[in-house]
């Protein structure tokens, strides 16, 4: 019979979980104990940890964890640091602080909705050794907007299992609603601790090198957005150069038949650096990044979009120069 993990007897402290929770946090506060009770209220028939790994905290995180782990010593445990590590480092010494059959990820500001999430997640892996990962739909919340919706339902794929070629394409997992396999962390390459923002992307090819990734057809969490975050307001330019940044070094963790796909989706998003640089006035980063976009991808990839991004791109360099490099053309492509 499930039960609630807050009501589980504390004699199943000595058990193998076989889930655990990673909850990594940095000045949360205000969020980890949300984020705790909704994993509290999950009603599950197996044994299951919480593992908080604080980044050094500057203000009461740590505390808040040390209040759960007080009332909940047989769930609770907490990895506390004396210095900054990073979020990528502090992501994998967490995973690596688990010692269940799955870890379920979860950030302090995020929460789950349903109580039966990991209970539905671990009858899906267990059911079935081809998934490396189950996940699930979400709902984006604005984490300081007073629980403003801003979707009901991310991804917009269609639910059901999903391979390499899928999250090489676009990373749709939402990582509250992610559930993997223990011991995959340990395969990730070692530039995954030199790319931050992106913590959890090349997580999941590693997984899908090595079997599918089930959407399951259910909303079970809310992801937040943050708005005071360091990488909110950096734009849709920054986050390009971060998916080039990635596609540049996953290759080198992915099959050789895979790579002609990986780079033509890196030439995607020069093309989308270059509308972007265009709209901002910016014509000599605009041409950079079109003359980028050929060089990505085999020459006949995406041939009509790169032509027609080459093309716009010098001629709105050359309008600009013609006008003596003054009042760029900023109002359209």
Not at 9 to 18: L, Q, T
Not at 83 to 100: K, L, P
Not at 189 to 214: E, S
Not at 246 to 267: L, Q
Request: a positive charge.
């Amino acid at each position: 019979m499930a039960i609630a993990l807050k009501d589980f007897p504390r004699s199943a402290a000595g058990s193998e979980p076989v889930v655990s929770v990673a909850i990594t946090c940095f000045n949360s506060e205000k969020w980890l104990g949300r984020a705790l009770d909704s994993v509290l209220v999950q009603e599950t028939e197996f044994p299951v940890e919480i593992v908080i790994a604080d980044d050094c905290s500057k203000d009461a995180t740590v505390a808040v964890a040390k209040s759960y782990q007080d009332k909940y010593p047989h769930l609770v445990r907490i990895l506390e640091r004396k210095e900054n590590v990073g979020t990528q480092r502090n992501y994998y010494d967490a995973f690596e602080e688990c010692r269940g059959k799955f870890v379920a990820w979860l950030d302090a500001d995020d929460y789950w909705t349903d109580p039966e999430k990991l209970a539905v997640q671990v009858k899906a892996l267990d059911g079935d050794p081809s998934l490396t990962i189950c996940c699930h739909f979400v709902r984006w919340v604005i984490r300081d907007g007073g629980g403003e919706i801003k979707r009901e339902r991310f991804p917009d794929l269609a639910p059901g299992r999903h391979g390499i070629e899928s999250i090489l394409r676009s990373n749709f997992l939402p990582s509250p609603s992610v559930m993997f396999r223990n011991g995959l962390q340990r395969q990730l390459p070692q530039w995954y601790f030199d790319v931050p923002p992106l913590t959890d992307w090349p997580l999941y090819v590693v997984a899908a090198r090595h079997g599918d990734i089930l959407l399951l057809d259910r909303v079970m969490a809310d992801y937040t957005l943050n708005e005071t975050s360091a990488f909110w307001g950096e734009g849709d330019v920054f986050w390009q150069k971060m998916n080039v940044d990635f596609f540049s070094r996953v290759e080198s963790i992915i099959p050789k038949k895979f790579h002609r796909r990986v780079r033509a989706e890196k030439g995607k998003r020069y093309e989308a650096i270059a509308f972007s640089l265009r709209q901002q006035g910016d014509f000599i980063g605009s041409r950079k990044a079109a003359v980028e976009a050929f060089r990505s991808p085999a020459a006949k990839d995406n041939l009509g979009s790169k032509v027609k991004t080459l093309l716009t791109s010098f001629m709105r360099e050359t309008q600009w120069r013609l006008r003596g490099r003054k009042n760029p053309l900023t109002s359209s492509s």
